[in-house]
């Protein structure tokens, strides 16, 4: 919202008052002004009145004309111009020779061979209005050679209020309310505004109005006519267009600048479709032509003002375009209501159509202020037009009545909340400034909150102690820590995990961490030829492309593995991310934090690859929670896994997740000679994994035994069972030192390493032990190749 | 016989002169005090010498005996140190000058700001919390005094979900569960509530280089019984001098957040400038940072924690934004498009 500083001192003597430092102060301790300051009518200076006391045709230039003007001079000038409205006896405003407007100084020019020794000029030229269409006609009495800026209030400072900074104060949508907000930053007195006595009309016919639904609060209007001024005065139009509305004719312009002024919506009908003013709802959905021309679909929520059952406007959003003022209209009915603020932001939203009024009404604006706004209305109207005649009392139903909010606290309340010392009479004078009543017994204040601020804004203690600091300025605050008593503070043991797991495998591993998003985009999904699964849903997505969410980070990282596949010939990517795996029992979506990695390899087989990833996965364990894992052969359920080599992944008892291959298909179109494994684990689940700590074991200062033994065997699981079910303490390492395929099958040979605490040991003990393994496996049809190599 | 003697002491010095390698040096030593060597065999001639002639030339062949080996053991010697030095110099001299390979991992820009934020606020006692991304109504509007119909609600274009859930539009989601979760410590031992908690939050709108539908907050809260707005300037004017790594200064300015009264729009001085005013601040020295508070009594109650006996302060700090101003990010797409040309960058910075 665009706020003149001229209008403001309509209000508020600021003379002596550095009107910058003021706007500045306004944008910290009210809302925020944003940095753009307008200095309006700076860029132009030396325009004076001019009046047109000749014209002839150019004798070659159908546009142009040769003017003699009068500018207070002793002799008139010559002025070659290409408005077509000039005409003998015409003010204007004229630029003399030296004049500047903007960037450029009038001086003696040429055109179409006649010398030009100054300029008319439009009001867009000098920026008071948008109107191009000629040059400026001046109606005012004012004699020429009188500089333009001593007629009209064209010298202004214009700033712009963020609109968001706004949403709870319905007093500021509105110069008088800012005005009040300035007053009491400058310490000044607010001017009471001046208004017509509507008292003298109260022998007049009072209109037919009847509030019939409760989402009206109030609603006041006021009948008139006989209006004789067609064009607003010039310093209204300025400030209209100076704060971002054009302006159009007298009464539109009138409601408008009431509406800049007070912040309160008028709408002026045509008082022969206004007989019998009803305000309600409509049991049907209809549509009603608002007077732009557009159909809109009203339903029963919209509130609606009618004549009598036809309505004539939609409340508070726009009026109809059949009770428009038209040219015949002699009667209008000024409407001055307000209405409830939910109902018309709903209604907004729905006719998806916000308009000045609307914006205000959605704050829920003061009922207090319809009737000050009519005798506002009233005293500018007859001000200006002095045949201008009200001819209705006015006609006020009042259903709902503004909260009346008083508050109770003490000035300790104020010490705690601010921590920092503000005198009593501080806070008196401050809280009044801004229109509160205050009393203050002792150490005790009752405040009552003025109505324009209590429709919603101010309604608890903690809003005043808003209202005492943001006037004290938050720079003047002496700033301290708080004195809180000490205790350890524990990392939950997720996070550390989470931590510690990046860093292995950033650091260890080399691998990049990046985000995904959280849906599936249908697209990406789609070019790889990764199914959409069947998840829970976004409703109201703006973008089309995404809807489901996803269960599993995989398929996301896939999609930006695709995106990266000419970054490098191999490396390795991981996410930490949340997937939702439907819903839970309880209706509420199963959330899970999950990491994921996939290697990514031009060079490496797919075989060495997945041990890759199978170490990575077995360091972390091992490194975090000093156990080791576990795996089972899983079935492939996913469109994006291969059907081979998916195993899930247990550590200490927990199912901490997966991992496999690409799906061939998929893998094919990220990239067609690459290999990529992929795997995803809980991080939740692997938080839960009691870390097994470190079990230190003094080393054995009597001599080892070393033993390799050679097994035909398709997998190691079996031979590693076999040891395990020896449990020989005795055993001090295992390790696979060859495996190897032929005729005979696939042979591993693992070497067993024995020790002793105490003592040495002898090959007899030894001989028992690998005996028992080696017969355990025998059973499995697992034969001992080559004997027991010691 | 001492001709013999010296005889045999002058044929061994010259084939020794003539050694050159180990095998070379072996062959004489078994060739000279070998078994049947020249200097074993000289002793076997003393059978035929008279006691007198036996002691003198047995001292002598001893003598040679020692002169011989002490020889081959110095050769021994210089032939090893032959060799190292020769090994020394078939070693290469390397170019130090080729660049380096860094084979290295990389953080995500967020994990990097969003571990010195939660260590600044670690150091000042603060616990780091973690919270679900998929939020009821109560907990991310209703909880926090934004009531259905709010005009609150407008700025935030909430995604839902079709069981009836949504995608968090802020991290204030998670502040009635914390509230809650350390009430009773709070009242029954006295301990303030001090957590932060990072997440990532989402808004239904359409992204370009300033605008991203899913992005980081850090929340943070402090109840007790007297904290105040003087305390809540001092932690955020720390907070983000720490952050920053230099002396911030701040500035608060009302601003309208439901779940915050007095609610603030903190701005902290142009980084760039230092608050002359610069393009980046559009000249106004200051930039808009993050949204701050005293809480709201009501979110306090929601909380289950009596507002006339405690206060508090939130605040609500930009992840993205931080990260996107810390490392110079312009397009805030870059920061979840996976794209490793941009994300490789992001080394440990602690």
Request: proline share 3%; aromatic share 8%.
């Given at each position: 919202?665009?706020?003149?500083?001229?209008?403001?001192?309509?209000?508020?003597?600021?003379?002596?008052?550095?009107?910058?430092?003021?706007?500045?102060?306004?944008?910290?301790?009210?809302?925020?002004?944003?940095?753009?300051?307008?200095?309006?009518?700076?860029?132009?200076?030396?325009?004076?009145?001019?009046?047109?006391?000749?014209?002839?045709?150019?004798?070659?230039?159908?546009?142009?004309?040769?003017?003699?003007?009068?500018?207070?001079?002793?002799?008139?000038?010559?002025?070659?111009?290409?408005?077509?409205?000039?005409?003998?006896?015409?003010?204007?405003?004229?630029?003399?020779?030296?004049?500047?407007?903007?960037?450029?100084?009038?001086?003696?020019?040429?055109?179409?061979?006649?010398?030009?020794?100054?300029?008319?000029?439009?009001?867009?030229?000098?920026?008071?209005?948008?109107?191009?269409?000629?040059?400026?006609?001046?109606?005012?009495?004012?004699?020429?050679?009188?500089?333009?800026?001593?007629?009209?209030?064209?010298?202004?400072?214009?700033?712009?209020?963020?609109?968001?900074?706004?949403?709870?104060?319905?007093?500021?949508?509105?110069?008088?309310?800012?005005?009040?907000?300035?007053?009491?930053?400058?310490?000044?007195?607010?001017?009471?505004?001046?208004?017509?006595?509507?008292?003298?009309?109260?022998?007049?016919?009072?209109?037919?109005?009847?509030?019939?639904?409760?989402?009206?609060?109030?609603?006041?209007?006021?009948?008139?006519?006989?209006?004789?001024?067609?064009?607003?005065?010039?310093?209204?139009?300025?400030?209209?267009?100076?704060?971002?509305?054009?302006?159009?004719?007298?009464?539109?312009?009138?409601?408008?600048?009431?509406?800049?002024?007070?912040?309160?919506?008028?709408?002026?009908?045509?008082?022969?479709?206004?007989?019998?003013?009803?305000?309600?709802?409509?049991?049907?959905?209809?549509?009603?032509?608002?007077?732009?021309?557009?159909?809109?679909?009203?339903?029963?929520?919209?509130?609606?003002?009618?004549?009598?059952?036809?309505?004539?406007?939609?409340?508070?959003?726009?009026?109809?375009?059949?009770?428009?003022?038209?040219?015949?209209?002699?009667?209008?009915?000024?409407?001055?209501?307000?209405?409830?603020?939910?109902?018309?932001?709903?209604?907004?939203?729905?006719?998806?159509?916000?308009?000045?009024?609307?914006?205000?009404?959605?704050?829920?604006?003061?009922?207090?202020?319809?009737?000050?706004?009519?005798?506002?209305?009233?005293?500018?109207?007859?001000?200006?037009?002095?045949?201008?005649?009200?001819?209705?009392?006015?006609?006020?139903?009042?259903?709902?009545?503004?909260?009346?909010?008083?508050?109770?606290?003490?000035?300790?309340?104020?010490?705690?909340?601010?921590?920092?010392?503000?005198?009593?009479?501080?806070?008196?004078?401050?809280?009044?400034?801004?229109?509160?009543?205050?009393?203050?017994?002792?150490?005790?204040?009752?405040?009552?909150?003025?109505?324009?601020?209590?429709?919603?804004?101010?309604?608890?203690?903690?809003?005043?102690?808003?209202?005492?600091?943001?006037?004290?300025?938050?720079?003047?605050?002496?700033?301290?820590?708080?004195?809180?008593?000490?205790?350890?503070?524990?990392?939950?043991q997720?996070?550390t995990d989470?931590?510690r797991i990046?860093?292995t495998?950033?650091?260890r591993?080399?691998?990049?961490?990046?985000?995904?998003?959280?849906?599936?985009?249908?697209?990406?999904?789609?070019?790889?030829?990764?199914?959409?699964?069947?998840?829970?849903?976004?409703?109201?997505?703006?973008?089309?492309?995404?809807?489901?969410?996803?269960?599993?980070?995989?398929?996301?990282?896939?999609?930006?593995?695709?995106?990266?596949?000419?970054?490098?010939?191999?490396?390795?990517?991981?996410?930490?991310?949340?997937?939702?795996?439907?819903?839970?029992?309880?209706?509420?979506?199963?959330?899970?934090?999950?990491?994921?990695?996939?290697?990514?390899?031009?060079?490496?087989?797919?075989?060495?690859?997945?041990?890759?990833?199978?170490d990575i996965l077995a360091v972390l364990a091992d490194d975090i929670k000093h156990e080791a894992l576990t795996?089972?052969?899983?079935?492939?359920?996913?469109?994006?896994?291969?059907?081979?080599?998916?195993?899930?992944i247990f550590c200490a008892g927990h199912?901490l997740?997966?991992?496999?291959?690409?799906?061939?298909?998929?893998?094919?179109?990220?990239?067609?000679?690459?290999?990529?494994?992929?795997?995803?684990?809980?991080?939740?689940?692997f938080a839960k994994i009691k870390n097994a700590g470190i079990l230190y074991a003094?080393?054995?200062?009597?001599?080892?035994?070393?033993?390799?033994?050679?097994?035909?065997?398709?997998?190691?699981?079996?031979?590693?069972?076999?040891?395990?079910?020896?449990?020989?303490?005795?055993?001090?390492n295992?390790?696979?030192?060859?495996?190897?395929?032929?005729?005979?099958?696939?042979?591993?040979?693992?070497?067993?390493?024995?020790?002793?605490?105490?003592?040495?040991?002898?090959?007899?003990?030894?001989?028992?032990?690998?005996?028992?393994?080696?017969?355990?496996?025998?059973?499995?049809?697992?034969?001992?190749?080559?004997?027991?190599?010691? | 016989?001492?001709?013999?003697?010296?005889?045999?002491?002058?044929?061994?010095?010259?084939?020794?002169?003539?050694?050159?390698?180990?095998?070379?040096?072996?062959?004489?030593?078994?060739?000279?005090?070998?078994?049947?060597?020249?200097?074993?065999?000289?002793?076997?001639?003393?059978?035929?010498?008279?006691?007198?002639?036996?002691?003198?030339?047995?001292?002598?062949?001893?003598?040679?005996?020692?002169?011989?080996?002490?020889?081959?053991?110095?050769?021994?010697?210089?032939?090893?140190?032959?060799?190292?030095?020769?090994?020394?110099?078939?070693?290469?001299?390397?170019?130090?000058?080729?660049?380096?390979?860094?084979?290295?991992?990389?953080?995500?820009?967020?994990?990097?700001?969003?571990?010195?934020?939660?260590?600044?606020?670690?150091?000042?006692?603060?616990?780091?919390?973690?919270?679900?991304?998929?939020?009821?109504?109560?907990?991310?509007?209703?909880?926090?005094?934004?009531?259905?119909?709010?005009?609150?609600?407008?700025?935030?274009?909430?995604?839902?979900?079709?069981?009836?859930?949504?995608?968090?539009?802020?991290?204030?989601?998670?502040?009635?569960?914390?509230?809650?979760?350390?009430?009773?410590?709070?009242?029954?031992?006295?301990?303030?509530?001090?957590?932060?908690?990072?997440?990532?939050?989402?808004?239904?709108?359409?992204?370009?280089?300033?605008?991203?539908?899913?992005?980081?907050?850090?929340?943070?809260?402090?109840?007790?019984?007297?904290?105040?707005?003087?305390?809540?300037?001092?932690?955020?004017?720390?907070?983000?001098?720490?952050?920053?790594?230099?002396?911030?200064?701040?500035?608060?300015?009302?601003?309208?957040?439901?779940?915050?009264?007095?609610?603030?729009?903190?701005?902290?001085?142009?980084?760039?400038?230092?608050?002359?005013?610069?393009?980046?601040?559009?000249?106004?020295?200051?930039?808009?940072?993050?949204?701050?508070?005293?809480?709201?009594?009501?979110?306090?109650?929601?909380?289950?924690?009596?507002?006339?006996?405690?206060?508090?302060?939130?605040?609500?700090?930009?992840?993205?934004?931080?990260?996107?101003?810390?490392?110079?990010?312009?397009?805030?797409?870059?920061?979840?498009?996976?794209?490793?040309?941009?994300?490789?960058?992001?080394?440990?910075?602690?």
């Open positions: 919202m665009l706020i003149s500083m001229n209008w403001i001192s309509d209000f508020v003597d600021l003379s002596g008052i550095d009107k910058m430092k003021l706007i500045s102060q306004f944008s910290l301790s009210t809302a925020e002004v944003e940095n753009e300051i307008f200095h309006k009518g700076n860029d132009i200076e030396g325009i004076v009145v001019a009046e047109i006391r000749s014209v002839e045709d150019h004798p070659e230039s159908r546009k142009l004309h040769l003017l003699k003007v009068d500018i207070g001079e002793s002799e008139l000038v010559d002025v070659v111009c290409g408005a077509p409205n000039v005409r003998v006896g015409m003010k204007t405003a004229f630029a003399k020779l030296g004049a500047r407007i903007g960037e450029i100084t009038i001086a003696p020019r040429k055109l179409a061979g006649y010398t030009s020794f100054g300029m008319c000029c439009s009001e867009k030229e000098l920026g008071l209005s948008d109107n191009n269409d000629g040059i400026m006609d001046i109606t005012d009495d004012v004699v020429p050679g009188t500089d333009l800026k001593s007629v009209y209030d064209i010298d202004d400072i214009v700033f712009e209020v963020d609109n968001k900074s706004l949403t709870n104060r319905p007093d500021l949508w509105g110069h008088y309310g800012i005005a009040r907000e300035i007053a009491a930053l400058a310490g000044r007195d607010l001017k009471p505004l001046d208004t017509a006595d509507l008292s003298v009309y109260e022998r007049l016919d009072k209109i037919d109005l009847k509030i019939e639904d409760p989402l009206c609060q109030r609603y006041s209007c006021l009948q008139f006519g006989n209006i004789s001024v067609h064009k607003s005065p010039v310093n209204m139009r300025i400030r209209l267009y100076y704060c971002g509305m054009r302006a159009l004719n007298f009464l539109a312009d009138l409601t408008n600048y009431l509406m800049l002024e007070m912040g309160q919506p008028m709408h002026a009908f045509d008082s022969r479709k206004v007989e019998k003013i009803r305000i309600k709802r409509f049991d049907k959905p209809f549509t009603f032509r608002t007077l732009d021309g557009v159909d809109r679909p009203i339903d029963e929520n919209t509130l609606m003002i009618c004549n009598g059952d036809t309505p004539v406007a939609i409340a508070g959003i726009m009026g109809g375009l059949d009770s428009e003022i038209v040219e015949d209209t002699s009667s209008l009915t000024l409407e001055s209501a307000t209405f409830d603020a939910a109902s018309i932001r709903k209604s907004t939203v729905r006719l998806s159509h916000r308009t000045d009024a609307s914006m205000r009404y959605e704050k829920s604006l003061d009922p207090e202020m319809t009737v000050v706004a009519v005798a506002r209305f009233v005293k500018l109207l007859t001000d200006i037009d002095g045949q201008a005649q009200v001819t209705s009392s006015l006609t006020d139903e009042y259903a709902y009545h503004y909260p009346q909010v008083s508050l109770n606290f003490n000035k300790a309340f104020v010490d705690r909340y601010t921590g920092i010392e503000i005198e009593n009479d501080t806070i008196v004078k401050t809280l009044r400034s801004l229109g509160f009543g205050v009393s203050l017994k002792g150490d005790d204040f009752s405040v009552s909150v003025p109505s324009w601020r209590a429709t919603k804004d101010v309604t608890i203690k903690a809003d005043i102690i808003e209202e005492i600091t943001r006037i004290y300025g938050y720079d003047n605050f002496d700033v301290h820590t708080a004195a809180a008593p000490l205790y350890p503070v524990r990392s939950a997720e996070k989470e931590d990046k860093d495998l950033v650091k591993y080399s691998m990049h961490e990046l985000h995904s998003y959280i849906w599936a985009y249908y697209d990406e999904y789609r070019a790889l030829g990764i199914e959409i699964e069947n998840n829970v849903e976004l409703i109201n997505a703006t973008n089309p492309n995404i809807k489901t969410l996803r269960r599993s980070i995989v398929p996301t990282q896939l999609c930006q593995v695709k995106y990266n596949t000419s970054y490098d010939s191999d490396f390795a990517v991981f996410e930490v991310g949340r997937v939702v795996d439907g819903l839970r029992a309880d209706g509420l979506c199963d959330e899970h934090k999950k990491l994921a990695i996939t290697l990514y390899s031009k060079n490496k087989e797919t075989e060495q690859l997945y041990f890759e990833l199978r795996f089972e052969r899983a079935e492939a359920t996913h469109s994006y896994q291969h059907p081979k080599n998916l195993n899930k199912l997740g997966e991992m496999g291959i690409v799906n061939t298909s998929v893998a094919k179109k990220i990239d067609k000679k690459a290999a990529m494994v992929y795997a995803e684990i809980d991080i939740e689940e003094e080393p054995s200062k009597f001599p080892e035994i070393e033993i390799d033994l050679s097994f035909v065997s398709d997998t190691y699981a079996p031979i590693a069972q076999a040891i395990k079910n020896a449990d020989c303490a005795l055993i001090k295992i390790s696979v030192v060859d495996t190897y395929k032929d005729d005979n099958g696939r042979s591993i040979t693992i070497r067993l390493i024995f020790s002793h605490p105490e003592r040495t040991l002898t090959k007899e003990e030894v001989l028992e032990v690998v005996n028992r393994i080696a017969s355990e496996l025998e059973e499995k049809n697992i034969k001992l190749k080559n004997g027991v190599q010691m | 016989m001492s001709e013999k003697t010296t005889e045999v002491r002058l044929a061994f010095l010259s084939a020794l002169e003539a050694v050159e390698t180990a095998e070379d040096l072996e062959r004489i030593r078994v060739e000279y005090i070998g078994k049947k060597g020249y200097v074993t065999e000289l002793l076997k001639e003393m059978k035929s010498l008279s006691n007198e002639e036996k002691k003198t030339f047995g001292q002598a062949v001893n003598v040679l005996k020692n002169e011989v080996n002490d020889a081959i053991a110095e050769k021994r010697e210089a032939l090893k140190q032959k060799e190292i030095e020769l090994e020394n110099s078939r070693m290469p001299e390397f170019d130090i000058s080729m660049p380096a390979t860094l084979s290295r991992g990389s953080y995500h820009p967020i994990t990097l700001v969003q571990r010195q934020c939660e260590e600044i606020f670690r150091s000042m006692g603060f616990t780091v919390e973690d919270y679900s991304e998929i939020v009821s109504d109560y907990e991310c509007f209703e909880s926090l005094n934004i009531p259905k119909n709010h005009p609150a609600r407008d700025m935030q274009d909430t995604y839902y979900l079709d069981n009836g859930q949504l995608l968090k539009t802020q991290t204030s989601a998670a502040q009635n569960t914390i509230y809650k979760k350390y009430r009773d410590q709070l009242v029954n031992e006295g301990k303030p509530i001090k957590a932060i908690f990072p997440g990532r939050c989402f808004r239904n709108e359409a992204t370009d280089a300033c605008h991203e539908n899913t992005f980081f907050q850090m929340e943070g809260v402090m109840v007790d019984k007297n904290i105040s707005i003087s305390n809540l300037i001092f932690f955020m004017k720390t907070m983000l001098s720490e952050v920053f790594q230099k002396d911030i200064k701040v500035r608060l300015r009302p601003g309208f957040f439901p779940f915050v009264e007095p609610g603030f729009e903190l701005d902290i001085s142009c980084l760039i400038c230092g608050g002359e005013g610069c393009p980046s601040c559009k000249h106004s020295g200051w930039l808009e940072l993050c949204p701050c508070g005293m809480i709201h009594p009501e979110v306090l109650k929601a909380g289950g924690i009596d507002p006339e006996e405690y206060t508090g302060f939130a605040f609500g700090l930009g992840l993205t934004r931080l990260a996107m101003m810390k490392y110079g990010v312009k397009d805030i797409r870059d920061l979840n498009s996976g794209s490793l040309k941009c994300l490789d960058q992001f080394t440990d910075d602690k």
